[in-house]
């Protein structure tokens, strides 16, 4: 249902609502300042870009989506893509990157793909969100421990071996600040839960740091005054050959986005009880997606711990996060100046932990005793997000956790011979249940456990090579097939024709639905023969009795039977 929740909760909004939605938006607008600033820096652009993204995609996620609580903004989940875009493109890649993107997500909602990204498995998720952690650890050690070093490595072998040879560097007061934050991030949820941990943690460094005119590095004297207003929209100027070079990590985003953004939307709907309008939330997505970048935005999507604190502070309705946004702007507008204070060494210190929130160490620890294909698909995500890149490490997943899938379900489906006295276990449901059905001399009873598909379909022709007496009439049982695709469809197509060269009658019996109209699409129903097609095995079994009969008298068996 392609319906914002924003018109459905109107209907009914009264005061108290709007009084719960005010608290929770300025609340959760508090708290995003930090993150968003943190964000940015840690993908390579400046702070305001942070804020500029948390403004504009805030707005519109809420005003859009198909989620009643859903927080929108920068995340974690496209550092590494965004740093590698900007390293690589410009600011100007990296706009147009993000507005691929959003089309491809809007796209994916109206095509109804809000469904369909559930699928992907959690191995492959986890993966990368803990490679993704260990990346924006690394990448946080030299503002961390203050190393006077130049422009840190993108790589993240040459990036520890270059923090390796600057240790010799390190700033005393950095590491200070660092512990300081760590310490009241980590400890500040026991005196207040309203208030956030990183803010405060924010205010005492930058304070002390002011005051004792301690010797770090700040927000100023890297990336100057951050600014006062929105900026103007503007357009990107890329060539074809990096347009081109931006469609894989573009699509990339996408995927993130839409990922986290459903995840988060699920998680609030086990809180507030409610449920979510996937391909809505998908859409919203991508028009803030679409729009952010023109003024100056990083790739967004819906945020988990924010949309979590708008939950437990009240807010309700998708008004509650567009307030989150107005408050963030009007920060900006008359505080954005002090932020320029604040010391590095602080900001790191708030995505380190960051970093661990995201890693789901317990969750990864976990999935390691799954297993083995799981820990495989987990381990390769893992190691090609850390190593080497955050897009391939997300197609490799996805096509190795899609390999190892379809060879699970070929080992699930067996092909069994079970000629002779059917006993009470191979039984459909009968009147005379509890008898025993007599299968004629020389009918050979074959029965599929399992899905007919590409994987698996080896499997028929070597149980029919397997047979040694060749029969006169096959009833090929299929109740417990739930699914059939073309190379079964072939296959059987094949068997049909074969046995008909050598005067061999093909049955089939209990059809399941999917199957039924895979054949009669494909025509395999008139090439077997419709009467030969029977809802349960003792009209097939009737039916074989039949053409044996018919055999005995003019030899018609193949003809009738396929």
């Known amino acids: 249902m392609l319906k914002p929740k924003l018109l459905t909760t109107l209907k009914n909004y009264d005061f108290s609502q709007f009084a719960g939605d005010l608290s929770a938006g300025i609340i959760v607008g508090i708290v995003a300042i930090p993150l968003a600033i943190a964000f940015a820096i840690a993908s390579g652009v400046s702070p305001e870009k942070g804020l500029f993204t948390a403004i504009v ?13 859903q927080i929108g903004g920068p995340t974690g989940a496209f550092v590494v893509i965004v740093y590698g ?17 959003g089309i491809l997500l809007i796209l994916m909602g109206l095509a109804g793909f809000g469904s369909m990204i559930k699928f992907i498995p959690y191995p492959v998720i986890a993966g990368f969100t803990s490679g993704i952690a260990v990346i924006i650890f690394s990448s946080q050690i030299k503002d961390l421990l203050g190393l006077a070093m130049g422009e840190v490595p993108a790589e993240f072998g040459e990036k520890w071996i270059a923090y390796f040879s600057h240790l010799d560097s390190v700033n005393v007061y950095a590491v200070g600040i660092s512990l300081v934050s760590l310490l009241i991030i980590v400890f500040w949820q026991r005196i207040s839960k309203k208030i956030p941990g990183s803010l405060v943690a924010l205010i005492v460094a930058t304070v002390a740091a002011a005051a004792l005119e301690l010797p770090v590095e700040t927000i100023g004297s890297r990336f100057g005054q951050i600014p006062s207003t929105l900026p103007m929209p503007r357009l990107p100027r890329v060539d074809f050959q990096t347009f081109k070079s931006l469609i894989q990590p ?26 979510h309008r996937s391909n809505m939330e998908l859409v919203a997505n991508g028009v803030a997606n679409l729009v952010a970048p023109l003024f100056g935005g990083i790739p967004a999507t819906g945020a988990i711990a924010r949309t979590a604190t708008n939950i437990k502070n009240g807010g309700r309705t998708p008004v509650a996060g567009m307030i989150h946004a107005l408050t963030l702007l009007c920060i900006m507008l008359f505080f954005g100046k002090w932020a320029s204070y604040i010391p590095l060494a602080s900001l790191a210190a708030v995505l380190v932990v960051v970093a661990y929130n995201m890693s789901e160490w317990r969750s990864f620890v976990a999935l390691l005793r799954g297993p083995r294909s799981d820990v495989l698909v987990l381990l390769l995500t893992f190691g090609l997000t850390v190593i080497l890149d955050l897009t391939v490490a997300i197609e490799l997943g996805m096509v190795m956790a899609a390999f190892l899938f379809m060879r699970r379900m070929a080992q699930v489906t067996q092909v069994n011979v079970i000629t002779g006295g059917m006993d009470d276990d191979h039984e459909e449901e009968r009147e005379d249940a509890g008898s025993k059905i007599h299968v004629p001399k020389g009918v050979e009873v074959y029965e599929i456990n399992g899905p007919l598909f590409f994987g698996a379909a080896h499997k028929f022709e070597e149980a029919l090579s397997q047979v040694e007496r060749r029969p006169r009439l096959m009833i090929i049982r299929m109740r417990y097939v739930p699914a059939v695709d073309s190379t079964g469809l072939r296959m059987l197509g094949q068997i049909v024709r074969k046995s008909r060269k050598q005067k061999i009658g093909v049955i089939l019996s209990g059809v399941q639905e999917q199957p039924m ?25 009737q039916r074989a009795e039949e053409l044996l009969r018919l055999d005995g008298t003019n030899g018609e068996i193949n003809e009738k039977a396929g």
């Open 250 to 275: 573009s699509f990339t985003i996408a995927v993130l986005a839409g990922i986290e953004a459903l995840l988060s939307a699920v998680v609030a709907d086990g809180m507030i009880g409610g449920k």
């Open 517 to 541: 109209h895979a054949m009669e699409q494909a025509g395999l129903l008139d090439l077997i023969g419709r009467e030969n097609v029977c809802t349960h095995f003792d009209a097939a079994v």
């Open 85 to 101: 875009i900007v390293q690589k493109h410009g600011l100007d890649g990296l706009t147009v990157a993000t507005m691929m993107a």
């Open 57 to 69: 995609a805030g707005f519109l996620i809420s005003a859009l989506g198909g989620s009643r609580v």
